[in-house]
């Protein structure tokens, strides 16, 4: 897994989450560090669960495990893996919004593994908004044996 920013630097979103369609909620990986991922989503007028161009803030957990996914894909195909299924397990201490995402928002999500091994860890997890901080939490996490798309 290369270190860095900038989009060229990592594979298309596509390539390290099983999620397809519209349940595709990140747009791109903007860097990597050792032990964690930061991911870029633009909120459009036509986004998933939008509604007149608002996406609600509890949203911002289903970003946060996008973003431990992005960052399992990542670790994955650095070993020559497939991308495999994850499942949220639980969670602890998240807040979320108190207010909707917008279209043209940008929001940055960041995870960073906090303990665990290749099946079951902790992540802990933020969500920005024009530098602030809107969202976060630990997110446990599981990935199984199952490969996407199987």
Do not use: W
Not at 74 to 83: M, N
Not at 103 to 128: K, N, P, S, Y
């Amino acid at each position: 897994m290369s270190e860095g920013t900038g989009q060229a630097a990592f594979p298309p979103i596509e390539q390290l989450l099983p999620h397809r369609g519209r349940m595709l909620l990140l747009d791109e990986v903007v860097s990597v560090s050792p032990g964690g991922v930061t991911c870029r989503v633009r909120i459009r007028a036509d986004s998933t669960f939008a509604e007149a161009g608002r996406v609600p803030g509890l949203v911002a957990l289903e970003y946060m495990a996008q973003a431990v996914g992005a960052y399992a894909g990542l670790k994955g195909r650095a070993l020559g893996q497939p991308v495999r299924i994850g499942y949220l397990l639980g969670s602890r201490d998240v807040t979320l919004p108190g207010r909707d995402f917008l279209a043209g928002d940008e929001l940055l999500v960041e995870a960073r593994h906090q303990f665990g091994d290749e099946a079951i860890g902790a992540f802990d997890c933020t969500v920005r908004l024009r530098g602030e901080l809107v969202a976060s939490g630990c997110l446990n996490v599981y990935q199984g044996e199952g490969r996407a798309g199987t």
